[in-house]
C-alpha cells in the first residue's frame, strides 16, 4: 500500500503538478467446496445485524478463535503485508525513485512500512473477526522521481501481483502432481491447513486490493484517467469511501460471490485442491474442525 496523502510538486513554470503516492495496500469438486464456504461465510456475516444476543455471541466465538494456529496466522500475515510493500518499493526503485532505498522500504523489517495502530492492531483484529485481509502497510512514492507515468502503475500493480504470487507460493505444495499430500486423508497435517489458509488469504487480498477505489491499488492503477481535480477530491474523502466498502464487506455477505467464484476458476484451472484450502482457512481462522 502506498501512502495516500496528495501532496504537489512546484516546477520552474510555476504550475503545480500531483505528486500522488501510492496506497498499497480476498479437490476436484470445486463445486461442492465453494457451496460450503459460501455458506458457512454467509452464516457468519449476518452476524453484525442480529441482536444484541447474538452479538454476545459473536464475541465469544472470536474469543474461541485464539488459538496457536491463529496466533501463528498473524505474523505470516504481516509478512506477507512486508512482501506487498515491498514489491512496491523495489518497481519504484527500478521505475527511478531511488528514495525508496534510502527510506529503508528495499527491506522485509515491518517497522519500515507499518503503523502500530493502523497497520497491526486494526487488521489483526479485522483478520480474525471475519477473515478480511486488510491491508496494513504504507510505502511513500515519489511520482516526480519516476521515468513516466506509465511506471506509476507499474508500481500499483505490483503489490497485488505479489499477492497472487503469495497464493501460488502457499498453494503449489498442495497440488496432486507434486504427491506431497493425500487429499482424501483426515485429518491432515498442521501445515497443510496452513498453507491453505494463506493461499486463500492472499487470493482474497489480490482481488480485495484491484478494486477501484482509494486507497487500493485498485484505484491507483486507473487514478491517471481522471482529472486533477476528481483526483483531489477522491483522495480527500479516501476514509470515507474506505469505511463505506469495510461496512459493505462487513455486511452485505453477498459481495463475496465474486471472490469465491475467481479462486474457484483459478483453482480449476490450475488444479489445486480448494476444499483443502478452504478446509484450512476455516480451521485456522475460524477453528472450525475440518
Not at 474469543?63 to 519504484?92: G, K, N, Q, Y
Amino acid at each position: 500500500m502506498i501512502g495516500f496523502a496528495a501532496s504537489c510538486k512546484r516546477e520552474s513554470s510555476g504550475s503545480e503538478t500531483p505528486v500522488l503516492p501510492v496506497k498499497t495496500t480476498g479437490f476436484g469438486a470445486g463445486a461442492t467446496a465453494r457451496r460450503h464456504l459460501w455458506a458457512t461465510h454467509k452464516k457468519r456475516r449476518r452476524l453484525p445485524l442480529a441482536p444484541l444476543r447474538a452479538q454476545y455471541e459473536m464475541i465469544a466465538s472470536i474469543t474461541d478463535r485464539f488459538t496457536p494456529l491463529m496466533l501463528a496466522a498473524l505474523p505470516a500475515w504481516i509478512l506477507c503485508v512486508c512482501v506487498h510493500e515491498f514489491s512496491h518499493a523495489l518497481v519504484a526503485y527500478f521505475g527511478g525513485d531511488r528514495s525508496v532505498r534510502e527510506k529503508g522500504y528495499l527491506t522485509l523489517d515491518p517497522t519500515r512500512f507499518i503503523d502500530p495502530v493502523f497497520s497491526l492492531l486494526i487488521p489483526a483484529v479485522v483478520l480474525m473477526m471475519g477473515g478480511l485481509p486488510l491491508p496494513g502497510g504504507a510505502v511513500q512514492i515519489d511520482q516526480s522521481r519516476l521515468r513516466s507515468e506509465k511506471w506509476m502503475r507499474y508500481v500499483y500493480i505490483a503489490g497485488p501481483a505479489s499477492n497472487f504470487l503469495l497464493f501460488l507460493l502457499f498453494a503449489l505444495p498442495l497440488h496432486p502432481r507434486l504427491g506431497l499430500v493425500d487429499a482424501s486423508a483426515q485429518p491432515q497435517p498442521t501445515w497443510v491447513y496452513f498453507c491453505g489458509a494463506m493461499a486463500v488469504l492472499n487470493f482474497i487480498a489480490t482481488l480485495f486490493n484491484l478494486i477501484p477505489i482509494p486507497p487500493l491499488d485498485g484505484y491507483g492503477i486507473i487514478e491517471h484517467r481522471f482529472s486533477y481535480e476528481t483526483r483531489l477530491k477522491m483522495r480527500q474523502n479516501t476514509m470515507l469511501l474506505f469505511g463505506g466498502l469495510f461496512m459493505l464487506f462487513w455486511m452485505v455477505p453477498e459481495v463475496w460471490i465474486p471472490f469465491w467464484i475467481m479462486i474457484d476458476h483459478v483453482s480449476d484451472v490450475l488444479g489445486l485442491p480448494l476444499g483443502l484450502m478452504t478446509e484450512g482457512f476455516y480451521y485456522i481462522l475460524f477453528n472450525e474442525i475440518p
